[in-house]
C-alpha cells in the first residue's frame, strides 16, 4: 500500500493560489487536491473548508516595503530612494490586485479579505505619508500636503497593477521603471536650493 504524498502549507497555498487565478473563485477543490497528487479528503483534512483555502491563498499580506517606509527616508537624493520602493510596491501590488479580485469575487466580506490589523492599502498609505514628511521636515523635499501626494503615487501603482491584471502589458505600455521614475519626477519636487 502506497504511503500517501506529504505536502507542505506553503505547497498548499501556492497550489490553491495558481488555480483560483486560473479558474476563479468557482474552481473545484478537486483541482487543487489533483494539481497536489493528494486525494480531495487530504486536502480537506488539512483546510477545513473552501473558504479557508482560499483566504490562506490569496489574503494579502504586507509587502517588505513596510519596513523601509517606517525606517524614514536615508540621507542623500528622495527621489532615488522613494523610487525604488515604489518599484518593489508596484510589484507586490502586480501580485496583490489578482488575489484581491478573486476573494471580492468570491463574495468574502472585506473584514474577512484581511490578516488583523489594518488593510495593507491603508498602512502603505499611512506608512508613504508619514516617509514623505520626514522627507519634507528634513528639507530632502518640498511638498504642500505629503497625504495627497501619498494619495497620488500609490493610487497610480494601483491603476497600473489592475490595468495590467484587466488588460495585459498592452493595458501598461512602457517599462515600470520607466513609468515610476515619471510618477516620481512629476509628483516629488526636489529640495530647495539656498
Same mark, same amino acid.
Request: overall charge neutral; hydrophobic content about 45%.
Given at each position: ?51 479557508? *483555502?482560499?483566504?490562506? #491563498?490569496? =489574503? ?5 516595503? %513596510? /519596513?523601509?517606509?517606517? &525606517?524614514?527616508?536615508?540621507? !542623500? ?54 516617509? *514623505?514628511?520626514?522627507? #519634507?521636515? =528634513? ?5 504642500? %500636503? /505629503?497625504?495627497?501626494? &501619498?494619495?497620488?503615487?500609490? !493610487? ?39
Amino acid at each position: 500500500m502506497a504511503r500517501p504524498r506529504q505536502v507542505s502549507d506553503e505547497q498548499i497555498a501556492q497550489a490553491a493560489r495558481e488555480t483560483f487565478l486560473k479558474h476563479g473563485a468557482g474552481a473545484a477543490v478537486s483541482l487543487i487536491a489533483r494539481s497536489l497528487d493528494i486525494s480531495q479528503a487530504a486536502l480537506f483534512h488539512r483546510a477545513q473548508s473552501k473558504k479557508e *483555502l482560499l483566504l490562506r #491563498a490569496l =489574503r494579502p499580506h504586507l509587502p517588505k516595503e %513596510v /519596513a523601509i517606509l517606517a &525606517a524614514g527616508p536615508g540621507a !542623500g537624493p528622495i527621489r532615488p530612494q522613494l523610487s525604488a520602493t515604489l518599484l518593489g510596491l508596484l510589484t507586490y501590488l502586480t501580485e496583490v490586485v489578482p488575489c484581491i479580485s478573486v476573494l471580492r469575487g468570491a463574495g468574502l466580506p472585506v473584514d474577512q479579505t484581511q490578516a488583523v490589523g489594518e488593510p495593507p492599502t491603508v498602512a502603505l498609505r499611512r506608512l508613504l505619508t508619514g516617509w *514623505l514628511s520626514q522627507a #519634507a521636515e =528634513r528639507g530632502q523635499t518640498q511638498l504642500a %500636503v /505629503a497625504s495627497v501626494i &501619498a494619495e497620488a503615487l500609490l !493610487g497610480a501603482l494601483e491603476a497600473r497593477a489592475f490595468n495590467r491584471y484587466v488588460g495585459g502589458d498592452s493595458f501598461t505600455p512602457g517599462t515600470d521603471e520607466d513609468f515610476v521614475h515619471q510618477l516620481v519626477l512629476g509628483l516629488v519636487p526636489e529640495a530647495a536650493t539656498p
